[in-house]
């Protein structure tokens, strides 16, 4: 059963929350809704191609998680030296917020 997605998005607008981290798959939905309400969205990523899409979409910042990172259910199985360094190269985020 997926989270009701839509609904969290709205408590935490009506909450008045400034910032708020995502994960997961297609985030463009979440992302703008937060973006269009003014909140700061990191979202969290395991491999740079995901990150390039979060960023394309609004996210302000990107939180990389290599496959080392306390188990994250990344698919790429990147340890986390080697992907904070691709991303390094990679990514032009955090703009200015």
Same mark, same amino acid.
């Given at each position: 059963?997926?989270? =009701?997605? +839509?609904? /969290?998005?709205?408590? #935490? !607008?009506?909450?008045? !929350? &400034?910032? #708020? +981290?995502?994960?997961?798959? %297609?985030?463009?939905? $979440? /992302? *703008?809704?937060? &973006?269009?309400?003014?909140?700061? $969205? /990191?979202? %969290?990523? $395991?491999?740079?191609?995901?990150? @390039?899409?979060?960023?394309?979409?609004?996210?302000?910042? /990107?939180?990389?998680?290599?496959? =080392?990172?306390?188990?994250?259910?990344?698919? +790429?199985?990147?340890?986390?030296?080697?992907?904070?360094? @691709?991303?390094?190269? +990679?990514? *032009? !985020?955090?703009?200015? !917020?």
């Amino acid at each position: 059963v997926q989270p =009701d997605f +839509e609904g /969290i998005v709205r408590v #935490v !607008i009506e909450e008045g !929350i &400034k910032v #708020v +981290e995502t994960a997961g798959r %297609k985030p463009d939905t $979440v /992302i *703008k809704a937060l &973006k269009s309400a003014g909140i700061i $969205v /990191i979202h %969290k990523c $395991v491999a740079v191609r995901h990150a @390039q899409t979060a960023a394309r979409v609004g996210a302000d910042m /990107i939180s990389m998680d290599g496959f =080392d990172c306390g188990g994250h259910p990344g698919e +790429e199985d990147v340890g986390n030296w080697c992907l904070l360094a @691709q991303a390094a190269k +990679e990514l *032009k !985020i955090p703009s200015s !917020i």
